[in-house]
């Protein structure tokens, strides 16, 4: 059978990033092995489901790149064939209805407690013959009595446990609907999935779901439970440890190649690797080098990793990310003809696509204000007037280079006898707005000398109006 995983998340909040690196492992094995990836959205939830997050996990696993052979199956369309396994449970004497009452059943516990058992289900409807009048029965799972369940769990190693810790799961609510671990393994039955990989919070249904599928006579799939991601502290990933949604990543200026590498990394290494093409992971990937505690979560190491990607990635790749976030800064990026030369000084400075888009917009639109710090501290003096000199001299360079405008601010500083900011700072204002920019003479290159010559026209109008 071809290698055949699935990720199945349930629609109920965006897509976690301790999800998606789930996805990402499955997704990994299955194109490392040439197999099928089945993507499956468990909805039986109905009143926890959303349309939004089915489109927020359709969304995430575009961005991330992680395409689907097979799917989205939802579980919610595939009532009715639970309802025939369910049947056929019921028909092979593996499964019996249960009239117990919550009374009965609240009784039977307290009875549990007091004797100092663990509190369990002791399968009395096993043996009834009569049902009673007017009630609905909810389905159990006929589960073995004696016994152990093992499974060589890839990740794990070897677990077992005894079949006396394990009651008779209830496989279909009173009103018919069946639950979480029966659908599970209809599902993963029926989809012919070889390798469940999810996280090891769910290593406590393996052996029920194990039991169910022995009795379906289905062949066992193996499995894979990941260690869980935890935030610094110690708990559980969650939003008070920042961004976990997917998307948020996305809308922060992450690239979505920096998210995967780093969701890779995040419990699985190769050696002191840090950065892996798509190919290196698909080809490296194996669960031997998956570790067994949990991982970390290090917002700094996703946040330098994106830097390395962003550095690393060709401006057309860096554009086709950046494009949305331009657009959202009223930008079309399609439209600037030095886009290119703007990518390439900024690049290299720039930790986020966000920050990236910060540092460009002012060599694609004009200055519709100054930046009150920088024009306090720089448009002061003699700022007026220098700018006026050096305009002159700009204005008649030949070629407009860096290096010849790099030489035009050395002359006017040693004639002048002043520092390189003394120009530099209110020249970064009259061009950028403020008193940060790339290195001023590539500036000054890529915007132009029309640009350039308008805008010191306009800064010095300004300052005239400030004296
Ligand atoms: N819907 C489950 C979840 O989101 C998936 C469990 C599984 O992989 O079997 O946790």
Same mark, same amino acid.
């Given at each position: 059978m071809p290698v055949t995983t699935r990720f199945p998340p349930s629609p109920t909040g965006y897509l976690h990033v301790g999800s998606a690196r789930t996805a990402l =492992?499955?997704? /990994?094995?299955?194109?490392?092995? #040439? #197999?099928? =990836?089945? /993507? !499956? &959205?468990?909805? $039986?939830?109905r009143e926890r489901s959303s349309e939004e997050s089915v489109q927020a996990i359709l969304d995430g696993m575009n961005w991330l790149g992680l395409d689907y052979d097979d799917g989205p199956y939802f579980q919610t369309q595939r009532m009715n064939r639970y309802q025939e396994v369910i049947d056929q449970l019921l028909n092979g004497g593996h499964a019996y209805h249960c009239y117990c009452t919550r009374e009965e059943l609240d009784e039977m516990r307290a009875q549990q407690r007091a004797r100092g058992d663990k509190p369990r289900y002791d399968g009395r409807c096993r043996h009834r013959n009569q049902s009673p009048q007017d009630t609905h029965p909810v389905v159990r799972f006929k589960n073995p009595l004696d016994g152990n369940v093992v499974f060589d769990d890839l990740v794990k190693g070897r677990i077992i446990i005894s079949n006396n810790e394990l009651d008779d799961l209830i496989i279909a609510r009173s009103d018919g609907t069946p639950t979480y671990n029966f659908t599970v393994v209809v599902d993963d039955m029926d989809m012919r999935i070889t390798h469940v990989i999810r996280g090891d919070d769910h290593v406590n249904n393996t052996p029920r779901q194990i039991n169910i599928l022995k009795a379906l006579g289905v062949e066992l799939p193996r499995y894979a439970h990941l260690p869980m991601i935890l935030g610094a502290d110690g708990k559980r990933l969650s939003k008070r440890h920042g961004a976990v949604g997917v998307m948020q990543y996305r809308d922060d200026g992450y690239l979505p190649q920096a998210l995967v590498n780093y969701l890779m990394r995040l419990g699985w290494s190769h050696g002191d690797q840090e950065i892996f093409t798509r190919q290196e992971m698909i080809e490296l990937f194996d669960f031997s080098s998956v570790q067994r505690g949990s991982a970390v =979560?290090?917002?700094?190491?996703? %946040?330098? %990793?994106?830097?390395?990607?962003?550095?690393? *990635? $060709?401006?057309?790749?860096? !554009?086709?990310h950046a494009r949305w976030h331009f657009e959202n800064a009223g930008i079309d990026i399609d439209e600037q003809a030095n886009w290119e030369e703007v990518f390439r000084v900024n690049q290299q400075r720039s930790k986020t696509l966000l920050e990236l888009v910060d540092r460009s917009l002012f060599f694609f639109r004009e200055i519709d204000d100054y930046d009150a710090k920088s024009v306090k501290k720089h448009f002061k003096g003699q700022a007026g007037e220098i700018l006026i000199e050096f305009r002159g001299q700009l204005e008649r360079l030949d070629p407009w280079e860096p290096e010849h405008i790099h030489l035009c601010l050395h002359h006017l500083a040693e004639r002048r006898s002043i520092g390189l900011g003394k120009i530099a700072q209110p %020249? !970064? &204002?009259?061009?950028? *707005?403020?008193?940060?920019?790339?290195? &001023?003479?590539? $500036? /000054?290159? &890529? /915007? *132009?000398?029309?640009?350039?010559l308008r805008r010191i026209d306009a800064a010095v109008n300004y300052i005239n109006t400030m004296m």
């Open positions: =492992f499955s997704w /990994l094995y299955a194109r490392k092995h #040439g #197999g099928r =990836f089945v /993507l !499956r &959205i468990e909805d $039986t939830d =979560f290090n917002p700094e190491k996703l %946040l330098w %990793l994106n830097y390395e990607y962003i550095k690393a *990635g $060709t401006v057309e790749e860096i !554009r086709d %020249l !970064r &204002i009259a061009v950028a *707005g403020v008193a940060v920019s790339p290195p &001023i003479d590539e $500036t /000054l290159a &890529i /915007l *132009g000398k029309e640009q350039v």
